[in-house]
């Protein structure tokens, strides 16, 4: 069982990425899936939540208007898509998949960095 984020990388300052998270071992369609962050230094914080089959959860504040979660159920993966990227916006990118948004996750992906720098 395991879980990936990727999509991550170096973008300037108003630029976009999307990231995606994949599942081994089991149907990430089944799940809720959160998409979290870490900058260095500081603690890891969660940007939004799709839960399973419908619904989300708030979004950050600093990321409203700006970042979009979905599911493409087709490749069984959800993504992030981040536009107006801010150098704020520089972390760690993790996903994790569980039950319900409102529980704590059963599995954590790998991270994936994703830097904003002129």
């Known amino acids: 069982v395991q879980l990936q984020a990727s999509g991550g990388g170096l973008v300037q300052p108003g630029g976009s990425l999307r990231l995606s998270c994949a599942a081994s071992?089991?149907?990430?369609?089944?799940?809720?899936v959160g998409w979290f962050r870490q900058a260095p230094g500081k603690e890891r914080e969660e940007i939004v939540c799709i839960e399973n089959p419908v619904g989300k959860t708030a979004y950050l504040d600093s990321v409203k208007g700006r970042f979009i979660i979905g599911r493409d159920n087709d490749k069984h993966t959800v993504y992030l898509q981040m536009n107006s990227l801010k150098p704020e916006d520089t972390a760690n990118y993790y996903c994790a998949a569980g039950r319900i948004c409102a529980s704590a996750p059963d599995y954590w992906g790998k991270g994936t960095l994703v830097t904003v720098s002129s």
């Open positions: 071992g089991f149907n990430l369609n089944t799940k809720a």
